[in-house]
């Protein structure tokens, strides 16, 4: 329901932005937010954004990541500045998609996209 693109190999210090949007048409898109697994780790809050309100960021990556949206587009990005070899992870996007007008929205992972930085 969700395609996240954006991902690569980037040198320590480098940067990406990563992106998330529903792979088909919908009503409304409520909270968004990134999250990353590294091997042998469990998932993690990356950043959010809300529909209304202010972002939220994991101490990891105040300062270095950015959270944005585009409601025109239905989309979130991540800007990843200052990458760190310990940014390495699959991340992936999740949001509360409404389909139709009167419907509770419902959420959903997109499917993951792999970061890798090298030292």
């Known amino acids: 329901q969700l395609q996240a693109s954006g991902g690569g190999l980037v040198q320590t210090g480098g940067s990406l932005r990563l992106s998330c949007a529903p792979s088909r048409n919908i009503f409304r898109i409520s909270d968004m937010g990134w999250y990353r697994q590294a091997p042998g780790k469990e998932r993690e809050l990356v950043a959010s954004?809300?529909?209304?309100?202010?972002?939220h960021y994991a101490d990891s990556v105040q300062g270095r990541f950015t959270i944005s949206r585009d409601n025109a587009k239905k989309t979130v990005y991540l800007q990843m500045n200052s990458l760190k070899p310990e940014d390495t992870a699959v991340y992936y996007c999740?949001?509360?998609?409404?389909?139709?007008?009167?419907?509770?929205?419902?959420?959903?992972w997109g499917q993951g996209t792999l970061v890798t930085v090298s030292s």
């Open positions: 954004i809300p529909s209304i309100g202010s972002t």
């Open positions: 999740k949001a509360g998609i409404t389909w139709r007008m009167g419907v509770p929205h419902t959420y959903y």
